[in-house]
């Protein structure tokens, strides 16, 4: 059963209950919260993605909720908890929606050692995964969303999960997060797009995200092999230059872009190594989107 | 300084190698370091990698595979780069002891 299935009401009564949970990939999310914005966000951008039964084992136990009483109603703000733990210090009531998905970024980031967990968005056309590791204004959430928009799988916009046991690349479809000018380029990118409310005075600026298409949602646990590997960079008015990097070089800029290289150890080296040795290695300045996506269509064909 | 050594990787196996053209990555499990190596540097790891190496065959290597500028002091510059590898653990170096 399709979260699209259920009514505002419902969802509302299932979040109250603690007895929201969703498959996103390979993962079972359980997600509780009194904020009927949170309800909205959903529906909204997860409706795809599919709702487990009450006897599924849960990967990950979260809630949004006011840190007290006083702060539902005055200055209000809300926590994000895991299995009862409170990571991070509470934030204004209107980012909630905004908070769940940094939120499951850091339990998916923090919690999942059987993968090489790298900060970057991957993609997939014609059987080959393009990972694209970024710094935050690298632009590779705003080409992540351009090519999802231009047929791409999206397996993640955020995070790429490199399997330690077998070298592919896990999906872990979620909205994408866009942010500031990232916006509006891809509203005028693209006129199929949905979007959800943008949040607006974060620490990051203002930030939307963008559903996925429904098909990467049903493909959730489909792994796809790496390809090629492109570290994305916007710069304006340049052109565009996809330039080969060595594989040396892309090897330690991978282990910078890690968030568990040295957890993993001799094991992160490894994985690092064999997917530099499975992928062609590139930096790339941009500028102009649809040359990128003719470029990167091109490049999978 | 290091003309009766043989060179060799450290013997607990901490370190491991990856070679792409002339370029090597270098992770050193006892220290969580990775280091890229290039050019000579990589050249001695590719050999030492296989099996140890007296300074001599280093040397010979080397020569086969680079131009060198005359007057160049490699013997010098061969024996510091062994010393600084060793200093980050890469490598060790034993005496060559009479067979």
Known sequence: MKLATLSRKEVIHSLNRKRLRLKIGGFNVCLSSPIPEVADHLLCLYGAFEVVDDEAFIDFYTSLASPSKVRRYFRAQVNFSFDGYVPFKPLPYKQASAMFEWGLNWCIANHSHHYLVIHAAVVERNSQAFIFPGTPGSGKSTLCAALACSGWRLLSDEMTLLSVADGLVYPVPRPISLKNRSLDVIRNFSSNIIMGPVVKDTAKGAVGHVRPSDESVDLGEVPAKPAKLIFPKYLENSNTDLIPLSKSRALLKIAENCFNYNILGVQGFKSVSDLIDASDCYEFNYSCLEEAVALFAELAH | ?99
């Not at chain 2, 595979?65 to 013997?75: N, Q, R, S, Y």
Request: proline fraction near 2%; include cysteine.
């Open chain 2, 1 to 99: 300084m290091l003309e009766n050594s043989v060179i060799g990787l450290p013997k607990a196996a901490v370190i491991r190698c990856r070679f792409w053209d002339d370029e090597c990555v270098i992770y050193n499990q006892f220290t969580g370091e990775t280091h890229l190596v290039e050019g000579m540097g990589a050249e001695i790891f590719k050999l030492i990698s296989e099996k140890s190496a007296t300074r001599t065959q280093l040397l010979q290597t080397i020569h086969s595979v680079f131009e060198l500028e005359t007057g160049f002091d490699i013997e010098d510059f061969l024996d510091n780069l062994i010393l600084q590898y060793q200093k980050l653990g890469l490598l060790d170096v034993m005496e060559n002891s009479p067979a």
